[in-house]
């Protein structure tokens, strides 16, 4: 049976979707852009300021489900230019410090104009 997660530290959800599910002992969520949860306005102009942004939202999200980015096994990263790559890199191992396995694809548009998108998979705690 799995359990939808929702709080107001992260952006509500802007679909009908839940921010994360949780089965059994693990975290699924949804995709983060870089909304302020406060205000639901995308945050930040480049690609270092919009990361760090939804590593903030991920990190409350999993938090809420009972985990931390420390339990992270899988990330799925989408980026709107892969010339965001490095900048984006620097960002993300400051969040992912146990180096969760990985995938970064380049894709043409993400939500709100956004250039970064993160979902994770982790452990519950």
């Known amino acids: 049976m799995s359990r939808k997660v929702e709080t107001n530290k992260a952006p509500a959800a802007i679909g009908p979707y839940s921010q994360a599910v ?3 002992n693990l975290i699924f969520t949804s995709g983060q852009i870089p909304l302020n949860p406060e205000t639901g306005v995308l945050e930040g102009e480049n690609i270092t300021e919009q990361a760090h942004r939804v590593c903030k939202n991920l990190e409350a999200v999993v938090s809420a489900a009972g985990g931390s980015l420390k339990t992270a096994v899988k ?9 965001d790559f490095a900048a984006f890199n620097d ?4 969040y992912f410090t146990e180096k969760p396995a990985r995938s970064c694809v380049a894709v043409k548009d993400l939500p ?6 993160v979902e994770v998979v982790a452990e519950r705690e």
């Open 112 to 117: 709100k104009g956004a250039l970064v998108e």
């Open 91 to 94: 960002v993300y191992a400051q």
């Open 22 to 24: 949780v089965v059994g």
């Open 75 to 83: 990330t799925v990263c989408f980026l709107a230019n892969m010339a």
